[in-house]
Nanobody
Framework: QVQLMESGGGLVQPGGSLRLSCTAS????????MSWYRQAPGKERELVAT????????NYAVSVKGRFTISRDNAKSTVYLQMNSLKPEDTAAYYC???????WGQGTQVTVSS
């Protein structure tokens, strides 16, 4: 059974940092690209970042480029999203996704507010 378990969300002040984690099980994690998405209240879910199976190539939404970093540890079947210089507009539920299998995690809430 495929599972994607996110963690690391919370409340942070503008300019702060958080690191999200997503631990996968039930498939050969190291063989597949992974992605992070987010969805703010009243808005559509949007792609934030992607990473190839080896971790050698990453891509980012324009809105987060230079502030967020996606990475992975295939030995731990975990993908990370390091978020720096957070802004109030980054407030959203963040989800990891296994694109090939069409699976989503349950999401973790990030709130950026003073």
């Amino acid at each position: 059974q495929v599972q994607l378990m996110e963690s690391g969300g919370g409340l942070v002040q503008p300019g702060g940092s958080l690191r999200l984690s997503c631990t996968a099980s039930g498939f050969t994690f190291r063989a597949f690209p992974m992605s992070w998405y987010r969805q703010a209240p009243g808005k559509e879910r949007e792609l934030v970042a992607t990473i190839t199976s080896s971790g050698g190539t990453t891509n980012y939404a324009v809105s987060v480029k230079g502030r967020f970093t996606i990475s992975r540890d295939n030995a731990k079947s975990t993908v990370y999203l390091q978020m720096n210089s957070l802004k109030p507009e980054d407030t959203a539920a963040y989800y990891c996704r296994w694109e090939y299998g069409n699976y989503w995690g349950q999401g973790t809430q990030v709130t950026v507010s003073s």
